[in-house]
């Protein structure tokens, strides 16, 4: 099957285009949102390939997944076809509701493809679909898979991780404002994309505070399994592939009890709470007791990897793309 979609999330598509598929991905020569094309940090394989809008034009599509509802008229441009109508559709949200501005409020956000019965919506948590006004539209959840990158938690830096992209701009809606309570029990590393200026905006030491921006997705994995533990601070997310990368790690997790978090982490893998204090204490605990840093760890894994491993993922994509094409 030949399956449209656009590179829009990077390391979700990774686990996507693992499948039995030939996946087309549009390339701009900006290479901008509309175009981007391959990835450049994770590892993909072969069988996705870039394509440009011209070629699309004569490619043989058999179904495109969308992503944002510019996407809809990206394929009537450039396959001159019309998505749900004579083009096979599915529109994958990934966004938890009220993360965009014209969102509306949460729990009245109405979904953009809410009008429309020819396309189904596919939410990535149970939590998504729950919270959308979805409308008319047909609705089911694929929750998320993970390309396992192994069991490779050592812990020997008492440190906590904590992985986020713009914190500056996103501020509480990733929780970048308690990193200075973290940040007072335990050193902490910040991954992720967009750091510049987050010692400045949350007045952090950083000698307390070390910066990682945009790692390469293996190195950043190798130095999150080195250190003790991961946290989870975000507020408001449809549900953190960072969370279950670091599950699969087997690193022991102390996340906000938010949104989906609290269907992913399930006791003795972790630590869930709408107070910081636990989630802070429990970092304490770890950095104090390895051994109990490994035991949740270990739970920790198992748990990611009975919910989220990829052979799920892909069999339950399988499904719907089959049901769609039909």
Do not use: C
């Amino acid at each position: 099957m030949r399956v449209l979609l656009w590179h829009v999330h990077g390391s979700w598509t990774t686990a996507f285009v693992q499948g039995r598929h030939e996946y087309l991905l549009p390339v701009t020569p900006d290479r901008g949102p509309d175009g981007l094309g391959r990835a450049r940090t994770w590892d993909w394989p072969a069988s996705a390939r870039e394509v440009t809008p011209e070629e699309l034009r004569g490619t043989d599509v058999d179904v495109v997944v969308l992503q944002r509802v510019r996407d809809l008229e990206l394929v009537r441009q450039w396959l001159g076809r019309e998505p749900g109508r004579d083009l096979p559709a599915v529109f994958l949200e990934h966004n938890a509701p009220g993360l965009e501005p014209d969102d509306g409020p949460v729990p009245h956000t109405r979904h953009p493809l809410a009008d429309r019965g020819d396309i189904p919506i596919a939410h990535v948590t149970h939590f998504n679909r729950l919270f959308y006004d979805n409308g008319r539209a047909p609705t089911t959840v694929v929750e998320h898979g993970i390309v396992d990158p192994g069991e490779r938690w050592t812990g020997e830096l008492a440190r906590a991780a904590v992985v986020t992209n713009e914190p500056v701009r996103r501020g509480r809606t990733v929780g970048a404002d308690l990193l200075p309570g973290l940040a007072r029990v335990a050193p902490v590393d910040v991954f992720g994309m967009g750091l510049a200026g987050l010692h400045e905006r949350y007045g952090l030491d950083p000698a307390r505070v070390a910066l990682h921006d945009d790692p390469p997705q293996a190195a950043m994995h190798a130095e999150l399994a080195r250190r003790r533990a991961y946290v989870h601070p975000v507020r408001w997310t449809s549900l953190g592939l960072s969370l279950l990368e670091a599950m699969h790690l087997g690193m022991p997790v102390a996340a906000l009890a938010t949104t989906e978090a609290v269907e992913a982490v399930p006791p003795g893998a972790g630590v869930l709470s709408t107070r910081p204090e636990r989630l802070w204490d429990a970092v304490r605990t770890w950095l104090h007791d390895e051994d109990a840093a490994r035991l949740a760890g270990k739970a920790a894994r198992a748990a990611a990897l009975e919910r989220y491993g990829l052979a799920r993922f892909l069999a339950d994509w399988d499904v719907l793309l089959e049901e769609v094409t039909r």
